[in-house]
């Protein structure tokens, strides 16, 4: 199988295939799916998940997103705010539990 990334026409074949693969609420039937040459059905879906956001359903196959005023970019009503440290507080313990999954760290 090749671990180089997808070529363009390799992305074209993969979107012809899951349009002709389409269940009738939209979603991919990856078992009826043949597979590209040199990529496995995994990579294909993975690869699929990856650029699916480039890409809208329009009722019966996806097509590439275009720019239309509904896909502008949102802005983010949060503002960033900078993370820093307490200025006269510093670092007395620092523990990890349930291997390393939650870190403790305690200021005084």
Known sequence: MKSKPYTTGEERLLIKKLNENLGSTGQVQWRNMETIAGRNIKSMSNHWQAIKKDYRYNGT????????????????????????????????????????????TRYE
């Open 61 to 104: 196959r996806y097509i590439l997103r275009g720019s239309t005023l509904f896909d502008a970019p949102r802005v983010s009503k949060k503002k960033d705010k900078a993370k820093t440290a307490p200025l006269n507080k510093r670092v007395k313990v620092s523990r990890s539990f349930l291997w390393g999954a939650v870190k403790v």
